[in-house]
């Protein structure tokens, strides 16, 4: 098993940033896909970013390209998620996911992923 708590969420206003973290627990040396997807209210979990913890190669929603970076600290066994020029749109429970395969093909789905954090809540005002 491998256990996840995230940190990090909070109140900002348009345009300024955050930083997420997760950090992993329990049979991590078996993980090698890490990735935040996020829920905003009434709608479903979609993907924002992925790594290969193995390789390291990032991957990223279109709509967060450019303003959000997903790195890892294998030391701390922990992930984070930069996040700039925050938008409105952006609010939602962000979750932390892992899993110990990595697909690229399927990386984007919540179904390839068999571990998830709490979520931790981003709001980001007008």
């Known amino acids: 098993q491998v256990q996840l708590v995230e940190s990090g969420g909070g109140l900002v206003d348009a345009g300024g940033s955050l930083r997420l973290a997760c950090a992993a627990s329990?049979?991590?040396?078996?993980?090698?896909?890490m990735g935040w997807f996020r829920q905003a209210p009434g709608k479903g979990r979609i993907f924002v970013a992925a790594?290969?913890?193995?390789?390291?190669?990032?991957y990223y929603a279109d709509s967060v390209k450019g303003r959000f970076t997903i790195s890892k600290d294998n030391a701390k066994n922990t992930v984070y998620l930069q996040m700039n020029n925050l938008k409105p749109e952006d609010t939602a429970v962000y979750y932390c996911a892992a899993d110990e395969r990595f697909e690229v093909a399927t990386m984007t789905w919540t179904s390839e992923y068999d571990y998830w954090g709490q979520g931790t809540q981003v709001t980001v005002s007008s």
């Open positions: 790594i290969n913890w193995r390789g390291g190669k990032t």
């Open positions: 329990g049979r991590t040396f078996s993980v090698d896909a």
